[in-house]
C-alpha cells in the first residue's frame, strides 16, 4: 500500500540539454527542500485533510433515512441516488466501487494520510535541526527554538487527529487495553516515505491508541496560539484540549476528559460561548446561516476545517437524507424542555415539536417531505472558478471542535464520575443558550430541569416511563463495547445519559460524529431501504468497523473482518400493502 501526501512540487523544465551527461549531472528530485522555519509554516497549512467523513458516518448512522422506503402511512418515493455508493454505505455494505472523491471511504482514508504525511515531513525536519543545533547554517536561537516547539506542537496534533480519526472510521470501537490488543488498528505512519513501495501492517487497536495517545501528548506539550495569524484555522490550545478530551472519552477515562475540557474553555465560562448564532437577527439567506455558524467569529468554535464535499447536496431531493424519524430524533422533534413547542408544516400539515432556536435556520427539500437540515452545520461554500461556466469546487466547512460538544463531553464524564449536579449545570447551560433570538417563540419552552430529564428520557425498556419515540431513547451497551473496572452504567444516570446524547445527536447532526456515538455506546440500529428490506446492526457487529478502501486491500494490507452471521443484512418483509408512490 502506498499512503498518499502532500508536499510542494515545482516543475523544472529541462530544456536544451547538449547531452545524455548534461541531462544526468541534474538533480532528479524537483521537491522544494525545506530548509527554515517559514516554509515549515507553510507546509502545516496543507497539513489538514480536505476530505469529509460526514458523509460516511451520516449514511451510517440513523441520522438518515431511505425516501424510497414507505413512511408509516405507506408514502414513498422514486428518487435517486446521489452517488452509487451512498447505497453500500447506507446498507453497511463494503464498498467496492473505484470511487475516490473526497466524501468517500477512499477519499476519507487517502485524505487523512495525505495530512500526516504533511506532519512527518514537518517532524522529520525538525529532527534534524534539532539534532544540528543549525537552520540554514546559522546556530538556533531561543526565539527560533520558541517557534520550533509550535511547529512541533502542531504537527503532532495533526498526526494524533488523523490516525484517530482513521481509527474511528476503519477500526472496531476502543474496547480496553485487554480487548482492543486482539483487535485490527490501522497503519500508523511516522516517517515520511522514502521507498517506491512500502510495506505496511495494521498492528492492534491498542497500538493505535498508544500511539495516538503519544503523539496528543506530545502535541499539548507544545501547542501555543502565538504565531498564528487565524488560530482557529490550526490546532490551537482550545481545540487541543477538546481534542484531548473527545479522546479519552472514548477511552472512558473520564478524569482527564473532566480537565481537557474545562482547559479548553480557557478560563471563560460557557455560558459566553455559546448562544450568539441563535441571535443573529441578518440572516437574509439560508447561506448566511451557514457562512455565520461556521466562522472564525462565532466564539463557540474552536476549530474549523475546509472539505471538497458534495454531502450537502444529498438534501436536494435525493434518496438518502434527514427524514421522519430521523428528522424528529434532532433538530425537528421534541425535548424535554421543548416538548411543548409545537409547529406545523404547511404543506404535508403534520405537526411536530421542534426546539424554537432552529425555527428559520433550517433548509428542506420538497416542502420538507424529503427531509430537512440545519444550515449551520450543513451548506456548501461553492467556489467558482469560472462564473461565466458555472464551474469550480464544493467546499463545506466544519466545525470539527466546539464549546458545545465540549460542554457536553464534561456533562457525560461527570456523570460516570458521580457528579450529576456537575453534569446537569452543564446540561442546563447547552439547553438555555439554544433560546431563540424570538422570544415570542420561546414561550412554550421550560428551564430545563432534573425532573424533566427524568420524565421525558425515563428508561428505555420501561413501557411505564415516558419514552418520546423516534428513537430518540436508545440502550446503551457501553459497558459491553468498552469495559472497565471503575465505571459502569446505572440506573441512575442513565437518563442524564440519554439527555447527553441526545443533545451531542442534535449538536453534531449532518457532521457524521453520531456514527462514532454509536459505535461507543454500543447502539443497535436498524436501516429500512426500499420496499421490504429492514437492515440491522446490532451492537458490536463487525460492521461497525467501514471496510477500508478496496483499493488498498489489493495492495495487500490485511481488509476488516466480516463474519458470516452479522455482516449479512437481516431482511426484514413489510407485509404493508398501503404503498402510494409520490413523485
Same mark, same amino acid.
Given at each position: 500500500?502506498?499512503?498518499?501526501?502532500?508536499?510542494?512540487?515545482?516543475?523544472?523544465?529541462?530544456?536544451?540539454?547538449?547531452?545524455?551527461?548534461?541531462?544526468?549531472?541534474?538533480?532528479?528530485?524537483?521537491?522544494?527542500?525545506?530548509?527554515?522555519?517559514?516554509?515549515?509554516?507553510?507546509?502545516? =497549512?496543507?497539513?489538514?485533510?480536505?476530505?469529509?467523513?460526514?458523509?460516511?458516518?451520516?449514511?451510517?448512522?440513523?441520522?438518515?433515512?431511505? %425516501?424510497?422506503?414507505?413512511?408509516?402511512?405507506?408514502?414513498?418515493?422514486?428518487?435517486?441516488?446521489?452517488?452509487?455508493?451512498?447505497?453500500?454505505?447506507?446498507?453497511?455494505?463494503?464498498?467496492?466501487? %473505484?470511487?475516490?472523491?473526497?466524501?468517500?471511504?477512499?477519499?476519507?482514508?487517502?485524505?487523512?494520510?495525505?495530512?500526516?504525511?504533511?506532519?512527518?515531513?514537518?517532524?522529520?525536519?525538525?529532527?534534524?535541526?534539532?539534532?544540528?543545533?543549525?537552520?540554514?547554517?546559522?546556530?538556533?536561537?531561543?526565539?527560533?527554538?520558541?517557534?520550533?516547539?509550535?511547529?512541533?506542537?502542531?504537527?503532532?496534533?495533526?498526526?494524533?487527529?488523523?490516525?484517530?480519526?482513521?481509527?474511528?472510521?476503519?477500526?472496531?470501537?476502543?474496547?480496553?487495553?485487554?480487548?482492543?490488543?486482539?483487535?485490527?488498528?490501522?497503519?500508523?505512519?511516522?516517517?515520511?516515505?522514502?521507498?517506491?513501495?512500502?510495506?505496511?501492517?495494521?498492528?492492534?487497536?491498542?497500538?493505535?491508541?498508544?500511539?495516538?495517545?503519544?503523539?496528543?501528548?506530545?502535541?499539548?506539550?507544545?501547542?501555543?496560539?502565538?504565531?498564528?495569524?487565524?488560530?482557529?484555522?490550526?490546532?490551537?490550545?482550545?481545540?487541543?484540549?477538546?481534542?484531548?478530551?473527545?479522546?479519552?472519552?472514548?477511552?472512558?477515562?473520564?478524569?482527564?476528559?473532566?480537565?481537557?475540557?474545562?482547559?479548553?474553555?480557557?478560563?471563560?465560562?460557557?455560558?459566553?460561548?455559546?448562544?450568539?448564532?441563535?441571535?443573529?437577527?441578518?440572516?437574509?439567506?439560508?447561506?448566511?446561516?451557514?457562512?455565520?455558524?461556521?466562522?472564525?467569529?462565532?466564539?463557540?468554535?474552536?476549530?474549523?476545517?475546509?472539505?471538497?464535499?458534495?454531502?450537502?447536496?444529498?438534501?436536494?431531493?435525493?434518496?438518502?437524507?434527514?427524514?421522519?424519524?430521523?428528522?424528529?430524533?434532532?433538530?425537528?422533534?421534541?425535548?424535554?424542555?421543548?416538548?411543548?413547542?409545537?409547529?406545523?408544516?404547511?404543506?404535508?400539515?403534520?405537526?411536530?415539536?421542534?426546539?424554537?432556536?432552529?425555527?428559520?435556520?433550517?433548509?428542506?427539500?420538497?416542502?420538507?417531505?424529503?427531509?430537512?437540515?440545519?444550515?449551520?452545520?450543513?451548506?456548501?461554500?461553492?467556489?467558482?472558478?469560472?462564473?461565466?461556466?458555472?464551474?469550480?469546487?464544493?467546499?463545506?466547512?466544519?466545525?470539527?471542535?466546539?464549546?458545545?460538544?465540549?460542554?457536553?463531553?464534561?456533562?457525560?464524564?461527570?456523570?460516570?464520575?458521580?457528579?450529576?449536579?456537575?453534569?446537569?449545570?452543564?446540561?442546563?447551560?447547552?439547553?438555555?443558550?439554544?433560546?431563540?433570538?424570538?422570544?415570542?417563540? %420561546?414561550?412554550?419552552? =421550560?428551564?430545563?430541569?432534573?425532573?424533566?430529564?427524568?420524565?421525558?428520557?425515563?428508561?428505555?425498556?420501561?413501557?411505564?416511563?415516558?419514552?418520546?419515540?423516534?428513537?430518540?431513547?436508545?440502550?446503551?451497551?457501553?459497558?459491553?463495547?468498552?469495559?472497565?473496572?471503575?465505571?459502569?452504567?446505572?440506573?441512575?444516570?442513565?437518563?442524564?445519559?440519554?439527555?447527553?446524547?441526545?443533545?451531542?445527536?442534535?449538536?453534531? =447532526?449532518?457532521?457524521?460524529?453520531?456514527?462514532?456515538?454509536?459505535?461507543?455506546?454500543?447502539?443497535?440500529?436498524?436501516?429500512?431501504?426500499?420496499?421490504?428490506?429492514?437492515?440491522?446492526?446490532?451492537?458490536?457487529?463487525?460492521?461497525?468497523?467501514?471496510?477500508?478502501? %478496496?483499493?488498498?486491500?489489493?495492495?495487500?494490507?490485511?481488509?476488516?473482518?466480516?463474519?458470516?452471521?452479522?455482516?449479512?443484512?437481516?431482511?426484514?418483509?413489510?407485509?404493508?400493502?398501503?404503498?402510494?408512490?409520490?413523485?
Amino acid at each position: 500500500m502506498k499512503l498518499r501526501y502532500k508536499i510542494l512540487f515545482i516543475a523544472v523544465a529541462l530544456i536544451g540539454l547538449s547531452s545524455c551527461k548534461d541531462f544526468l549531472d541534474k538533480v532528479p528530485d524537483t521537491r522544494v527542500y525545506l530548509v527554515n522555519l517559514d516554509q515549515l509554516e507553510q507546509l502545516l =497549512v496543507t497539513g489538514y485533510t480536505d476530505s469529509n467523513y460526514a458523509l460516511v458516518g451520516e449514511l451510517s448512522s440513523d441520522n438518515v433515512i431511505d %425516501n424510497n422506503s414507505p413512511s408509516s402511512d405507506g408514502v414513498r418515493y422514486h428518487l435517486s441516488y446521489y452517488d452509487q455508493y451512498d447505497e453500500q454505505v447506507y446498507a453497511w455494505q463494503d464498498v467496492d466501487l %473505484n470511487i475516490t472523491d473526497s466524501d468517500s471511504p477512499s477519499g476519507v482514508w487517502s485524505g487523512c494520510y495525505a495530512a500526516i504525511a504533511v506532519a512527518n515531513a514537518v517532524l522529520e525536519k525538525i529532527n534534524e535541526f534539532e539534532a544540528t543545533g543549525m537552520i540554514e547554517e546559522e546556530p538556533i536561537t531561543p526565539a527560533d527554538q520558541a517557534r520550533i516547539d509550535a511547529i512541533k506542537g502542531e504537527a503532532y496534533m495533526i498526526r494524533a487527529y488523523h490516525h484517530f480519526i482513521l481509527a474511528q472510521i476503519f477500526c472496531m470501537p476502543y474496547r480496553g487495553a485487554s480487548i482492543s490488543a486482539t483487535l485490527p488498528g490501522i497503519p500508523y505512519s511516522t516517517v515520511p516515505e522514502k521507498v517506491l513501495d512500502p510495506k505496511y501492517d495494521r498492528g492492534t487497536l491498542l497500538e493505535t491508541y498508544q500511539k495516538i495517545e503519544a503523539d496528543l501528548q506530545m502535541g499539548l506539550k507544545y501547542i501555543t496560539d502565538e504565531y498564528y495569524k487565524v488560530p482557529k484555522n490550526h490546532f490551537n490550545v482550545a481545540s487541543s484540549n477538546a481534542f484531548a478530551a473527545r479522546f479519552y472519552l472514548i477511552k472512558r477515562e473520564y478524569d482527564k476528559v473532566v480537565d481537557y475540557a474545562t482547559a479548553a474553555f480557557k478560563g471563560n465560562d460557557p455560558n459566553t460561548m455559546l448562544n450568539d448564532g441563535w441571535w443573529q437577527e441578518d440572516f437574509y439567506y439560508i447561506s448566511d446561516i451557514g457562512r455565520y455558524f461556521t466562522s472564525i467569529e462565532r466564539p463557540s468554535n474552536f476549530q474549523l476545517f475546509t472539505s471538497y464535499s458534495t454531502w450537502w447536496r444529498r438534501f436536494l431531493g435525493y434518496r438518502f437524507t434527514c427524514n421522519r424519524d430521523a428528522k424528529r430524533g434532532t433538530v425537528q422533534g421534541p425535548g424535554p424542555s421543548w416538548k411543548r413547542c409545537q409547529y406545523q408544516n404547511s404543506k404535508t400539515k403534520e405537526k411536530f415539536a421542534m426546539m424554537p432556536c432552529f425555527n428559520g435556520v433550517c433548509g428542506s427539500a420538497g416542502g420538507q417531505e424529503y427531509g430537512a437540515y440545519f444550515a449551520g452545520n450543513c451548506f456548501e461554500q461553492f467556489e467558482y472558478t469560472d462564473k461565466i461556466s458555472g464551474i469550480g469546487y464544493c467546499h463545506e466547512i466544519r466545525p470539527e471542535f466546539t464549546s458545545e460538544e465540549t460542554l457536553l463531553m464534561r456533562a457525560e464524564a461527570n456523570l460516570f464520575l458521580g457528579n450529576i449536579d456537575a453534569a446537569f449545570e452543564d446540561l442546563y447551560i447547552w439547553n438555555h443558550e439554544h433560546l431563540s433570538e424570538d422570544e415570542s417563540l %420561546n414561550y412554550n419552552m =421550560v428551564e430545563l430541569t432534573k425532573e424533566d430529564i427524568l420524565s421525558f428520557y425515563g428508561c428505555y425498556d420501561d413501557p411505564d416511563r415516558n419514552d418520546p419515540g423516534y428513537n430518540i431513547v436508545m440502550k446503551f451497551n457501553i459497558d459491553e463495547v468498552c469495559p472497565s473496572d471503575k465505571y459502569h452504567m446505572s440506573d441512575e444516570i442513565e437518563p442524564y445519559m440519554q439527555c447527553v446524547q441526545h443533545f451531542r445527536r442534535i449538536q453534531m =447532526v449532518h457532521l457524521g460524529n453520531r456514527w462514532f456515538d454509536i459505535k461507543r455506546y454500543g447502539f443497535s440500529i436498524q436501516h429500512k431501504m426500499g420496499i421490504s428490506d429492514v437492515y440491522t446492526l446490532d451492537v458490536l457487529d463487525p460492521r461497525y468497523a467501514i471496510q477500508i478502501p %478496496n483499493e488498498v486491500i489489493g495492495a495487500g494490507l490485511e481488509p476488516n473482518p466480516r463474519s458470516t452471521n452479522k455482516a449479512e443484512a437481516s431482511y426484514v418483509v413489510n407485509s404493508s400493502s398501503n404503498v402510494r408512490v409520490s413523485d
